[in-house]
């Protein structure tokens, strides 16, 4: 499944999760991106974080990106880019090189309502996929359009992450520029 994440510095976010068991509206879930923090010191690997969510912040994982895509994208169309291990909502900006959007191997990018503050930054469009956004009332997919802006605030830090480090794992973190 995916997650939409609430805590400061993950709020709007959606992490890949694994549901290890179901009772009444929550379900605990082992995240393959999160650890446990570990005491200064300890030996060995920390385990995977697991947690108690609402199931109302599950779907299940997305269709597979459309062959062709992004080549096809329109300037500020919503996507989600793979960043620390999440999938995060930001705005096509514009073409950080090349001619259009179908020759290019940068693009440039900003994140949306809060994230980054705005800023923009440089991504390999290889990490990014579909605005997806799940209705559970047609149990069906659909992508969000240029409506930039429209959702929950972000920003801050969670204290978790792998390793004990104190934030989220270091994932796609190289191949996003400027961030």
């Known amino acids: 499944?995916?997650?939409?994440?609430?805590?400061?510095?993950?709020?709007?976010?959606?992490?890949a999760a694994r549901v290890l068991e179901v009772r009444q509206k929550k379900a605990l879930l082992e995240f393959a991106a999160f650890c446990v923090e570990m005491p200064d010191g300890a030996d060995g690997d920390a385990?995977?974080?697991?947690?108690?969510?609402?199931?109302?912040?599950?779907?299940?994982q997305p269709p597979p990106t459309p062959s062709?895509?992004?080549?096809?994208?329109?300037?500020?169309k919503l996507l989600q880019l793979l960043h620390d291990d999440g999938w995060w909502e930001v705005e096509l900006v514009a073409v950080?090189?090349?001619?259009?959007?179908?020759?290019?191997?940068?693009?440039?990018?900003?994140?949306?309502d809060g994230l980054w503050?705005?800023?923009?930054?440089?991504?390999?469009?290889?990490?990014?996929?579909?605005?997806?956004?799940?209705?559970?009332?047609?149990?069906s997919w659909a992508t969000r359009g240029a409506d930039a802006g429209k959702s929950k605030p972000r920003g801050g830090g969670r204290g978790r992450g792998r390793g004990g480090h104190g934030g989220r794992s270091g994932g796609a973190a190289?191949?996003?520029?400027?961030?």
């Open 117 to 139: 503050d705005g800023a923009e930054v440089v991504v390999d469009p290889a990490l990014l996929r579909p605005g997806w956004q799940w209705n559970g009332k047609a149990q």
């Open 47 to 60: 385990p995977l974080l697991q947690e108690w969510v609402s199931t109302g912040l599950l779907s299940p």
């Open 1 to 15: 499944v995916e997650v939409q994440m609430q805590e400061d510095g993950l709020q709007g976010s959606l992490y």
């Open 96 to 112: 950080a090189d090349g001619e259009d959007v179908a020759s290019a191997t940068h693009l440039t990018v900003k994140g949306v």
């Open 174 to 179: 190289g191949a996003v520029q400027g961030i």
């Open 68 to 76: 062709g895509f992004p080549e096809q994208l329109p300037i500020g």
